[in-house]
């Protein structure tokens, strides 16, 4: 009985922690709980209300009672006949053909690997989003329980899958009770892919009766495999070295830039083919620094009904007798996939068309407008008060660009020619991705409604609040496209709100898709930065593919704010059992040290550099884009190098009178002001026996929000920054109101630049819109030498190289060591950052 508790204690502190598909029980030393009455009831409740199922024999069903005293009473019965007639040998046979180990004490136990819990399913993730989980699907778990013998209830028939049939929707599956076609790791939460003998292998423990029917069915489905992995992800005829990327809820691109730059010095060429953003300065910063990308500024609802229509278009147009699911569809890259069809002209082409194109110079008469061609295509109805539905960008004959209209397609029906035109072209430079174009899609969601910042959050269902509607449109969109792997970020909220149910539900839908997955927490300034900042990242991976494992730290960190206590196991990091040698960490003055000074009233947005590069990160920060992409730099002669965004937030006069009373020196703020006393508590009040100053404008020095912040314990307003310091997190404002911004030694806020730094944006990227927005845009990016330490980490996966499975080292020196920039004479690199500066 003290080891049942223990085990129901256990299944308590898993169930706190919350798996959502699936729990795995512990099996090990269990020491002896100290359990209440009142807690053992709710635990044995609990207990009851759980599924377990042995891997191939035997279902628990606490609901019937009558059946499990008989059968408890029976297998008592059994046991002690065995024990007293000595024959503990033939007990172990017997027990095996039933698919039972013994403890080996009088309390006898059920040592179960799977276990499919499909109330807490319900409770993690609502019940509607359970329902959509299969109920016949269970998952291998490596680790075991304990559980006591009186819970088995009958037989049942649990076969293994290959997830390369379920990926693709197996039809039929083999007859069974359950199945599984994945394993549970309960470190990174993570659901991977089992080796093609895991039905052999699994079995191992169970049944005899069922290794049988495991042989014989996993024989089956390794032949079925085969085809359907070619299916799955029919990979093979592609070069392993040409990816594309979908990077949603782009912004300004940091983390498809970090990402394409770690999977480059892989070797792998993973291009940003498609960004969307809904807004229209992030877009054009995107547009800017990555010319090649397909860059769409609209709301990513928008460009999932879209991108559905676009396929109803390629059907109709292009590949009318090819079916475009991707079970059969062969992934094409920017071939003309019909040739006939693209080079050839339809008969039947409505009769205004014929005309018009024959006669090219005529321009419209009064009234009349003809379309010359279809420039651009768009869903319009998610944010718009319009009608839903497709618009075509159309330019008119004898007119320009500027003069485009959209045009809804029911206005079109008389431009077949033109639609068809427009589509063939489109589908052959990939405008827009079909299921099985996409290899890898990125990005980070907004889940503004999970923010802690957020007064108004829905506690009870985050996932009813419109501000986090986008993690379903994220999945919708990974759902209909079927890329090879995923790689979503997001803020920490989404596993410290509500139990986590966010991050729960973003990787419960990747797990019903059938996707492996993993999940983890990494630090930025563990990649070599001056920045705490830790985000949550979600790997994707179909069946057929290596699921990437998380980079290790390359830094040691200067630790700012706390990990929540439920996932300490999904952080990305050393625990105090190893030693690794870290570079040590970065601080403000190791990426800022070399820019030029400038004014609160900077209004440039381009400058020169005036200082060479001082230290390592500051070299590497100003190198070229291909020199960052592990490209030997050209040879030709550098012109001026142009420093970019390098101006603050201008502060309104009297916050710059303010931040001019600041002291310069390390942990000023505006307690350093006149007037402003510091109790024995370290609050702060107004200091009565000095009077109150008050500034040119008549405003007060010292503001009354800045004494009452976080209950006058806050030193952060009008905190100055030191050089030997990092910062928390760098945000997307620059008010000095109630953070700590101020530069060290200039009577200004950090610098759009500055902060682009301590992202690790390279210096060659420019930003677009208002300086506001721009802050905003870096603020909100992921960091990118995060990124880019993952986009390596995928670059090995892709080609099978993983050093490890769930988490690896970066190289040593990592980037630098694996860059030819690097591997240049160092006098070289020198003369290069000479010429620059
Ligand atoms: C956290 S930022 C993404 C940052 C980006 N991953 C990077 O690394 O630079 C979230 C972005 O989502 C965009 N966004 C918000 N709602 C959107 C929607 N419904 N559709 C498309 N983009 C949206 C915002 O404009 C913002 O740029």
């Known amino acids: 009985m003290q080891s049942f508790l223990a085990s129901l204690c256990l299944k308590q502190r898993l169930l706190k922690d919350g798996h959502i598909v699936t729990q795995s029980i512990i099996h090990g030393k269990l020491t002896t709980p100290r359990i209440t009455k009142e807690t053992q009831r709710i635990l044995e409740k609990r207990q009851k209300s759980l599924l377990h199922a042995q891997l191939t024999t035997y279902k628990h069903k606490w609901t019937t009672r009558l059946i499990t005293w008989v059968t408890v009473l029976q297998l008592i019965r059994t046991v002690v006949q065995i024990i007293w007639a000595g024959l503990l040998s033939f007990s172990k046979v017997l027990m095996k053909v039933f698919g039972l180990l013994l403890n080996g004490s009088s309390d006898q136990r059920i040592r179960s690997r799977l276990l499919c819990n499909n109330n807490f399913l319900s409770k993690a993730i609502g019940k509607e989003e359970a329902k959509k989980h299969e109920k016949k699907r269970i998952f291998y778990s490596e680790v075991k329980d304990n559980n006591p013998l ?11 899958v290959p997830s390369a049939r379920t990926f693709n929707g197996a039809k039929s599956l083999p007859s069974c009770d359950y199945y599984y076609d994945m394993g549970y790791n309960y470190a990174y939460s993570t659901f991977y892919d089992l080796p093609a003998d895991a039905g052999a292998a699994s079995s191992d423990e169970a049944s005899t009766v069922c290794n049988e029917v495991n042989a014989i069915q996993t024989a089956s489905d390794q032949s079925d495999q085969k085809s359907e992995t070619e299916t799955c992800s029919d990979n093979s005829s592609i070069s392993k070295s040409d990816l594309s990327l979908l990077d949603l809820y782009s912004g300004c691109g940091g983390m498809s830039t970090g990402l394409s730059m770690g999977a480059s010095l892989s070797g ?7 960004a969307i953003d809904l807004n229209e300065n992030a877009c054009k910063s995107l547009r800017f620094n990555h010319p090649e990308t397909e860059v769409r500024n609209e709301a990513a609802d928008d460009f999932l009904a879209l991108i559905k229509e676009w396929r109803k278009l390629c059907q109709k147009y292009v590949e009318p007798d090819d079916c475009f699911d991707i079970n059969i569809r062969k992934r094409t890259r920017g071939g003309v996939p019909n040739a006939h069809l693209a080079n ?58 500027v003069d485009d209209t959209w045009e809804p397609i029911d206005n079109l029906s008389d431009c077949q020619e033109r639609l068809r035109d427009f589509v063939i072209e489109g589908k052959r430079k990939q405008i827009l991705p079909l299921p099985g174009d996409v290899d890898v899609i990125c990005g980070g969601p907004p889940c503004q409604g999970a923010s802690g910042f957020n007064r108004y959050r829905n506690a009870t269902a985050p996932l009813d609040d419109p501000r986090n509607h986008q993690m379903v449109v994220y999945m919708d969109i990974v759902n209909f496209l079927k890329p090879r792997f995923i790689l979503m970020e997001n803020v920490v909220d ?20 059938h996707y492996q997955a993993k999940l983890g927490m990494l630090v930025a300034g563990c990649y070599g930065l001056p920045q705490f900042r830790m985000r949550v990242f979600l790997w994707g991976a179909c069946p057929t593919e290596k699921l990437p494992p998380f980079p290790m730290p390359t830094h040691d960190v200067v630790v700012r ?21 870290l570079q040590k960490a970065l601080v403000l003055g190791d990426a800022l040290s070399d820019l030029p000074a400038v004014e609160n009233s900077e209004r440039r947005d381009e400058m020169e550099y005036l200082k060479a590069p001082i230290t390592d990160f500051q070299q590497y920060i100003r190198l070229a884009k291909e020199a960052l992409n592990g490209a030997v730099p050209s040879k030709r002669k550098k012109q001026k190098q142009i420093l970019f965004d390098h101006r603050p937030l201008e502060l309104n006069v009297d916050d710059y009178q303010r931040t001019c009373r600041i002291p310069k020196k390390k942990g000023a703020n505006f307690r350093n002001l006149e007037g402003v006393r510091v109790r024995l508590d370290k609050t702060v009040e107004l200091d009565q026996d000095v009077k109150r100053v008050y500034l040119p404008s008549g405003k007060p020095l010292v503001p009354d929000y800045a004494i009452s912040f976080v209950g006058g314990r806050s030193t952060k307003p009008f905190g100055r920054l030191w050089w030997d310091e990092t ?104 003369v290069d950052v000479e010429e620059q500066s």
């Open 561 to 581: 704010g706390n990990i929540p206590a439920d996932w300490e196991r999904n952080v990305v990091a050393y625990d105090e059992t190893h030693h690794p040698e």
């Open 494 to 513: 989404i596993l410290k709100f509500c139990g986590g149910l966010l991050g729960r539900y973003a990787l419960s839908r990747l797990v019903n898709m």
């Open 268 to 274: 792998v060429n993973l291009l940003t083919r498609w």
């Open 150 to 160: 009186d819970c088995l209830t009958g037989k049942i028939k649990v076969v293994y």
């Open 727 to 830: 910062v928390p997190t760098v945000v997307g404002r620059a008010e000095p109101h109630n953070q700590i911004i101020l530069h060290p030694e200039q009577d200004r806020v950090l610098t759009i630049r500055e902060n682009a730094r301590l992202q690790g944006f390279p210096d060659y990227y420019k930003l677009f819109g208002s300086v506001k927005q721009r802050y905003v845009q870096v603020g909100n990016a992921v960091a990118v030498p995060v990124a880019r330490a993952l986009g390596y980490a995928l670059g090995l996966a892709v080609q099978q190289q993983c050093p490890g499975d769930l988490v690896m080292e970066l190289p040593h020196n990592f980037p630098q060591s694996l860059m030819a920039a690097y591997k240049q004479v160092p006098n070289e690199i020198a």
């Open 344 to 401: 050839g002209r339809i008969k039947n082409a409505a009769k205004n068309e014929e005309e018009s194109s024959s006669d090219d110079s005529k321009k419209p008469g009064k009234g009349v407008f003809e379309v010359e061609k279809l420039v651009g295509v768009r869903w319009v109805g998610s944010l718009e008060k319009k009608k839903k539905g497709l618009e075509f960008k159309v330019r008119w004959k004898g007119y320009g660009e």
